[in-house]
């Protein structure tokens, strides 16, 4: 501390510090906006939902949590007003297709006739599919938004969760692998 | 001596009110309001407590969106169902994680939010103190020596001379 000159420079070397963090943080392309789920690795939540049904006729099986016992399950929320949905349709129907995956579906907040009509013009690759029309269900799995997809163990566990559409990179880089690794 | 004791005293005044602003605004719809007002004003004071996540700066009881609702009825399910506050707050922070709390929780990846600046005053403190003793304890000037004294006296006196 012989020289208070040098003294002077602490404030630039602060400045500098805080300044290349805000560069890095800034450049590294994360999204602060994508919060981690506090379900990953967590048993899925307990819940049953009532099969999807237009005006008393049933179109779908509903389901459980005791549905994801034994299976490799996709679980995705969706609604026939959500553009991002119809989106990631083709992902969602190329992971039905999945060997030794369930996919199923949870109708969120979708009147029953709306949802009908969407999936016989997109064509319906859900095994199951149970209804959220209130909203009730969806704050269970930390839902913020639709679509969401996760991934469900065989005993129960969630093991991934995306917010948003599955695009094809995000089918081949987080689901696919996910899936082979549960599947050993 | 009087009126250097009111602008602290009015300062203090102002920070401890901006807690608390008296008109908040309320999303809340009146078909959402729990019956028993006890129980109402519990869920009001969780809901102040809640991130509302898909505005992310306002709280669930701020916010008109959907989700939010959602998340306020939750609440009130929970309360009704005989959870305490801790309880329902802790019912939704296992399914929505940190980011719902409006107050971070204390752990040891908060520290430096929570104990930063009271350390960084700490550390500003220490070195201030440092240095006032560092320049209180600083050697005190030498006196003259005879000698010097004579030269400057003569020095003084050649400048005196010329003016």
């Given at each position: 501390m012989g020289s208070p000159r040098l003294l002077y420079l602490a404030p630039l070397a602060v400045f500098a510090i805080v300044a290349a963090a805000a560069a890095y943080y800034l450049s590294s392309g994360r999204d602060p906006r994508l919060l981690p789920s506090?379900?990953?690795?967590?048993?899925a939540p307990e819940f049953t939902a009532q099969g999807l049904s237009v005006a008393g006729k049933p179109l779908a099986r509903g389901f459980s949590s005791?549905?994801?016992?034994?299976r490799i399950t996709v679980l995705n929320f969706f609604a026939s007003w959500c553009a991002p949905c119809l989106v990631e349709h083709p992902q969602i129907t190329a992971l039905s297709k999945v060997r030794g995956v369930t996919l199923v579906g949870i109708n969120y907040k979708n009147k029953p006739d709306e949802a009908a009509a969407w999936l016989a013009r997109h064509g319906n690759p859900y095994a199951r599919i149970g209804v959220d029309p209130t909203g009730d269900l969806a704050p269970e799995f930390g839902l913020?938004?639709?679509?969401e997809t996760f991934l469900i163990g065989p005993?129960?566990?969630?093991r991934l969760k995306h917010v948003g559409p599955i695009t094809v990179p995000v089918l081949k880089d987080k689901f696919l692998p996910a899936i082979q690794a549960l599947k050993q | 001596m009087r009126r250097r004791a009111v602008l602290p005293i009015l300062l203090l005044a102002l920070i401890f009110s901006?807690?608390?602003?008296p008109f908040r605004a309320q999303a809340i719809e009146p078909g959402e309001a729990l019956k028993d007002a006890g129980l109402e004003e519990r869920a009001r004071d969780i809901g102040r407590q809640l991130r509302c996540l898909v505005c992310q700066n306002q709280s669930i009881d701020d916010s008109d969106a959907p989700l939010a609702r959602d998340l306020r009825r939750l609440v009130r399910k929970r309360l009704v169902a005989g959870d305490t506050d801790r309880e329902a707050i802790a019912y939704i922070h296992t399914r929505?994680?940190?980011?719902?709390?409006?107050r971070p929780p204390v752990d040891e990846r908060t520290w430096l939010l929570w104990f930063g600046p009271a350390a960084a005053l700490f550390v500003a403190l220490l070195f201030l103190l440092w240095r006032l003793r560092r320049s209180r304890a600083a050697p005190p000037v030498e006196a003259l020596s005879a000698e010097s004294a004579a030269r400057a006296d003569a020095l003084l006196r050649e400048g005196g001379d010329e003016r």
């Open positions: 506090a379900l990953i690795d967590k048993p005791a549905f994801f016992e034994n913020y938004g639709v679509p005993r129960g566990r969630i | 901006s807690g608390s602003p929505y994680g940190d980011f719902v709390l409006l």
